[in-house]
């Protein structure tokens, strides 16, 4: 069965970077586009950008040009997302989801606090 | 960017009856190649969203037939046949025609 399993809660400081993972299983990872989503506590899902794992081609949202960096490896079918300049308003879960469809990671709760 | 307006922003409704959400664009949803990216998306309390229909009307596998969704150009409803316990949480629609933005989400209860 298709999972994504993400890594665990981070804290960080402003200003800090911080780097989620999300590990796929039960499919081939190079067949899908991997998407990744955040939520901010009682807001709207926010779109961040996708990377095709066969490729490495990204595409990202403009609000995250430049802050934002998608990764993976193929050989352990793990997707990457890495935010920089972090600061109070990036405290959210955020989601790695294939083909933005059925199939979603956990979430990953990042906390940005002095 | 594209903005998705949901309403309402609050469903209470008793079980076993039918339930409707409404999810209007601020362009149309038409993409160059004549297909409607517009999404619609479960998420339950404490959970993941999951995606429930695809291009306006496809339902996503293993999705209840109780789920359907219509609509065309900038207007666009999810309606909900029959309302179980299950089908508590919150409800986004998604357009994917241009850069990709999520409406505001409905939040349904039980009443």
């Known amino acids: 069965q298709v999972q994504l399993v993400q890594s665990g809660a981070e804290v960080k400081k402003p200003g800090a970077s911080v780097k989620v993972s999300c590990k796929a299983s039960?499919?081939?990872?190079?067949?899908?586009?991997m998407h990744w989503v955040r939520q901010a506590p009682g807001q709207r899902p926010e779109w961040m950008g996708w990377?095709?794992?066969?490729?490495?081609?990204?595409n990202y949202a403009q609000k995250f040009q430049g802050r934002v960096t998608m990764t993976r490896d193929t050989s352990i079918s793990t997707a990457y997302m890495e935010l920089s300049e972090l600061t109070s308003d990036d405290t959210a879960v955020y989601y790695c989801?294939?083909?933005?469809?059925?199939?979603w990671g956990q979430g990953t709760l990042v906390t940005v606090s002095s | 960017d594209v903005v998705m307006t949901q309403s309402p922003l609050s469903l209470p409704v008793t079980l076993g009856q039918p339930a409707s959400i409404s999810c209007r664009s601020s362009?149309?949803?038409?993409?160059?190649?004549?297909?409607?990216?517009l999404n619609w998306f479960q998420q339950r309390p404490g959970q993941s969203p999951r995606r429930l229909i695809y291009?306006?009307?496809n339902r996503d596998s293993g999705v209840p037939d109780r789920f359907s969704g219509s609509g065309s150009g900038t207007d666009f409803t999810l309606k909900i046949s029959r309302v179980e316990a299950e089908d508590v949480g919150i409800y986004y629609c998604?357009?994917?025609?241009?850069?990709?933005?999520f409406g505001q989400g409905t939040r349904l209860e039980i009443k």
């Open positions: 989801a294939r083909d933005l469809g059925l199939y």
């Open positions: 039960g499919y081939t990872f190079t067949d899908n586009y």
């Open positions: 990377i095709k794992p066969n490729s490495g081609d990204t």
């Open positions: 362009q149309s949803l038409v993409y160059s190649d004549g297909k409607t990216y």
């Open positions: 291009e306006v009307s």
């Open positions: 998604l357009q994917g025609t241009q850069t990709i933005t």
